[in-house]
């Protein structure tokens, strides 16, 4: 309880008891000549309780209101106050009233302090054991994805053996899961950077990211750096060339049936990792990243109809799960943040939704609850509102936010 409500609530109890007493043994009893002398004071037992149940401050404050309590009751039978503190069976009981509000009150306050600091320990434990959980967490996922590899030599075939393994797959974003840790883990890479490129080749936009003080911006402007350009029109992979920071150390195309869909950037390396053998090796990995991809989106066009409803870009629900999934998957893994926000949808044909997002995102729709779910990667929390918005604005009366009860 806040300190105020306390401090009403203490003064209330001790006037409304303080005054019982005085009552009931006055009027009711007819002991108020005995009142000065009792072996078990009213008064001396009501200090006690006040003391432990609100420490020493308001103990002590208790025991005074006793004390003009007990020395109004003395001044009432016609005894002089003057020579109240000459005789000790009277002012004895003052000094009891005190001494036992010292005592209770300060078992109180440390009864108190401990559990104050049992509390603070127990919150400290609690986020010390969350945070080893989630390390744990990460490393047996990690112990998981390389058991196969039996011999973890960057030189050896088997190793390359095991990144093709998983890249032959035709998930699409399980492909680009595994390509972010198959660079991470190969190329001792800190920082990685996956864009989608959009049909117009005039926008690149973030798909993945992993590693901080990343130099890139979420969203690229083609005509504006023209190393990217010269990547997409090219369709070959290029390097740093000089001490630009601002440019990836590597960056190769992503293809699909002869078209750049997307770019991989090494935005920066370990020194002791810049060698001959990394760049030989980044071209490998790039040459079978675009055909693990390019395999993977035909599978997705064959199978699009499954996908999506009719003439929408809203997927269906078991396929959405999977799709979550693997967002969630990368923030365990690579601690990518993304928002998922839910909208109620208020029409029954989802072609009346535009949906006002990034080539990156993803919506799904659960026919049971009729609710839109929205996905976006690689999307800093503190941007919700504003894609929120950006969704809202253009399907005034389809769709409002949805939140659970």
């Known amino acids: 309880m806040g300190n ?100 209770l009150g300060r078992i109180k306050d440390n009864n108190v302090e ?70 991470k883990t190969y190329i001792n890479a800190e920082v990685i950077s996956l864009y989608s490129v959009d049909e117009s080749k005039k926008y690149m936009r973030l798909k993945l990211a992993v590693g901080e003080n990343r130099k890139l911006p979420d969203s690229i402007e083609i005509s504006k750096y023209p190393n990217f350009q010269r990547i997409i029109k090219e369709k070959k992979y290029g390097k740093r060339d000089g001490e630009n920071l601002d440019i990836p150390v590597f960056c190769a195309p992503i293809l699909s049936e002869g078209e750049v869909v997307g770019v991989l950037n090494i935005e920066r390396l370990s020194y002791e990792a810049y060698t001959t053998y990394t760049e030989k090796l980044f071209e490998i990995l ?6 693990s991809i390019s395999n993977a989106v035909s599978y997705s066009e064959k199978i699009k109809d499954e996908i999506y409803y009719e ?20 923030a365990e893994m690579f601690e990518l943040s993304y928002i998922f926000i839910k909208f109620k949808v208020l029409v029954d044909d989802l072609k009346e939704i535009k949906l006002n997002i990034r080539n990156v995102d993803k919506a799904g729709y659960l026919e049971k609850e009729k609710l839109l779910y929205i996905i976006f990667p690689a999307t800093k929390m503190g941007n919700r509102e504003l894609v929120k918005s950006k969704m809202l604005e253009r399907n005034l009366g389809v769709l409002e936010e949805y939140n659970e009860g």
Not at 70 to 75: E, I, L, N, V
Not at 311 to 330: D, S, V
């Open 311 to 330: 003439n929408t870009l809203i997927m269906r629900e078991k396929f959405f799960e999977k799709r979550l999934k693997e967002e969630e998957k990368r």
């Open 114 to 183: 401990k559990i104050r600091d049992l509390n603070e320990t127990i919150a400290l434990t609690h986020k010390n054991y969350k945070s080893l959980s989630d390390n744990n967490s990460k490393l047996i996922y990690l112990n998981n994805r390389m058991k196969s590899q039996i011999i973890k030599s960057e030189e050896s075939i088997i190793a390359l053996h095991g990144i093709a393994n998983t890249l032959d797959i035709l998930d699409l974003e399980e492909v680009l899961t595994n390509l972010i840790e198959v660079f």
């Open 286 to 291: 790039v040459s079978w990243t675009g055909k």
């Open 4 to 103: 105020r409500r306390k401090n009403i609530i203490f003064f209330l109890e001790n006037i409304l008891y303080f005054t019982l007493i005085v009552v009931l043994y006055k009027n009711i009893l007819g002991y108020q000549d005995r009142f000065l002398e009792l072996n078990i004071h009213p008064l001396l037992i009501l200090v006690g309780i006040m003391s432990y149940r609100y420490g020493i401050h308001l103990g002590v404050l208790s025991a005074t209101m006793a004390t003009f309590v007990y020395m109004y009751m003395y001044s009432n039978l016609g005894n002089d106050l003057v020579v109240f503190f000459y005789d000790f069976k009277f002012y004895k009981f003052i000094l009891m009233f005190y001494v036992l509000s010292f005592v």
